[in-house]
């Protein structure tokens, strides 16, 4: 499985962003795929998950701004990002998750300015 993410810029905060990231292969289907993001100086964070059979989960940051989807059709998923802040910018990476595959897509940079 190879990630391709996009969709990352600068806004202004209170604004919206929409990440994407694209899956090669057959199996995404029964991936579970996540979010996570590395602000500059700290560590990596899981920012949202969704599983195969759409189970969604969030960090208590996001909760309630961020909705995390996914389209298996276009072998897709989405992070809906409303609300910005600038503490919300970071590097934000996608993740694919399925028994031993554990694969990371390039990152997409987010500025959010105050």
């Known amino acids: 499985v190879q990630l391709q993410a996009s969709g990352g810029g600068l806004v202004q905060a209170g604004g919206s962003l929409t990440l994407s990231c694209a899956a090669s292969?057959?199996?995404?289907?029964?991936?579970?795929m996540a979010w996570h993001r590395q602000a500059p100086g700290k560590q990596r964070e899981l920012v949202a998950t969704?599983?195969?059979?759409?189970?969604?989960s969030y960090a208590n940051s996001v909760k309630g701004r961020f909705t995390i989807s996914r389209d298996n059709a276009k072998n897709t998923v989405y992070l809906q990002m409303n609300s910005l802040k600038p503490e919300d910018t970071a590097v934000y990476y996608c993740?694919?998750?399925?028994?031993?595959?554990?694969?990371w897509g390039q990152g997409t940079q987010v500025t959010v300015s105050s």
């Open positions: 993740n694919a998750a399925f028994r031993s595959l554990d694969e």
């Open positions: 292969g057959t199996t995404f289907r029964f991936l579970t």
């Open positions: 969704i599983t195969n059979v759409y189970r969604t």
